[in-house]
């Protein structure tokens, strides 16, 4: 049933503009299962989340952020080690996905957030990276009670070259990056963004001091 739905809406779907924000830079983009994903959100169809681009750059970066589960409390985590967190946008081109009011029956949020899925590569991405300077985030619950941090306001400013959150953690904290836990965390296959969230700064702290 879910093929066949997808099937037909990818049939007479035309060329539309989407962005799709990441913690991490993206080599290549492949429809897959999120690491994050809200309550009851669909575990079986593999896409990526990205939203429709507007006429402005950072309301929809702002946008894109708030459809991406725990983003608010990714940036005040990663604004706890002490830099401005980096952000990768992306900015696509596809004829095959599916829009929030379709998304909507597999992530019960996504008509509200605006969230889209690509269900096969996108014709072509441009790479932009960006420097959060600022923001702000309000503590708000969803459809199920659950409280969030939601992203209501934000400073960017664009990079001139492509950086990492490994580089400016590693940077401010050059003795918390040991072997042990760069293998934990290649062991783990997660991105910058699930580190943040997953490890507390006394975790990291025993992790160091093993060794």
């Known amino acids: 049933m879910r093929k066949n739905i997808l ?5 007479r779907m035309q060329k539309q503009k ?9 080599e290549k983009f492949e429809p897959k299962i999120p690491q994050n994903r809200a309550p009851e959100e669909d575990q079986t169809i593999r896409r990526i989340c990205c939203i429709r681009t507007g ?3 950072k309301k929809d970066i702002m946008k894109a952020l708030n459809a991406s589960p725990c ?7 990663i604004a706890s080690f002490g830099f401005y967190p980096v952000l990768h946008v992306y900015e696509m081109d596809s004829q095959d996905y599916l829009l929030p009011d379709e998304v909507q029956k597999y992530v019960p949020d996504a008509y509200y957030s605006g969230e889209c899925w690509l269900t096969k590569k996108p014709i072509s991405f441009i790479h932009k990276c960006y420097e959060v300077t600022w923001f702000k985030t309000k503590e708000v619950s969803d ?15 664009k990079l001139k070259k492509t950086e990492t959150n490994w580089e400016r953690y590693r940077k401010e904290h050059p003795n918390s990056v040991n072997d042990k836990l760069i293998q934990i965390v290649h062991s783990m296959d ?6 943040a969230l997953t490890f507390s700064e006394e975790e990291i702290r025993k992790l160091t001091e093993k060794g």
Do not use: Y
């Open 18 to 26: 989407f962005i799709h924000i990441s913690f991490d830079p993206v």
């Open 143 to 157: 459809s199920f009670g659950t409280e969030w941090q939601a992203v209501v306001a934000l400073k960017l400013e």
């Open 190 to 195: 997660i991105g910058f963004k699930s580190f």
């Open 7 to 11: 099937e037909r809406k990818e049939k």
């Open 71 to 77: 983003a608010g409390e990714a940036l005040n985590r």
């Open 55 to 57: 006429k402005d750059m």
